[in-house]
């Protein structure tokens, strides 16, 4: 039994040396293999790189100190007074965030 694949067309494409890095260097970017890389070109997707491993360390700060704003903001409207030790994780959370955005970009 033969298995059909979907593309069943295929092209032989000669590329020197530069070229052959230049197409590595651009497919281990977007995280795409080589052939889905030059899919995605073919097919006119806008390729962008793959976010680095720090961005979702980042966007985790990031949620947290909106948490706490929101939370702040609870508590603020309930009772009509934040808590210092509220405020002080906030403040705390956001400066952290900005270390490092700071230190990455």
Avoid: F
Wanted: net charge positive.
């Amino acid at each position: 039994m033969t298995v059909r694949r979907k593309r069943q067309h295929q092209i032989a494409l000669r590329l020197n040396d530069r070229e052959l890095r230049h197409l590595n260097r651009q497919s281990n970017l977007s995280g795409l293999s080589r052939e889905g890389y030059i899919r995605a070109l073919i097919m006119g997707t806008e390729l962008h790189p793959r976010p680095c491993t720090h961005h979702a360390d980042l966007l985790r700060k990031v949620a947290g100190l909106c948490n706490n704003a929101n939370q702040l903001a609870h508590r603020a409207n309930s009772t009509g007074v934040a808590g210092q030790e509220s405020v002080d994780r906030m403040t705390a959370l956001a400066a952290e965030v900005y270390r490092i955005v700071k230190e990455n970009w």
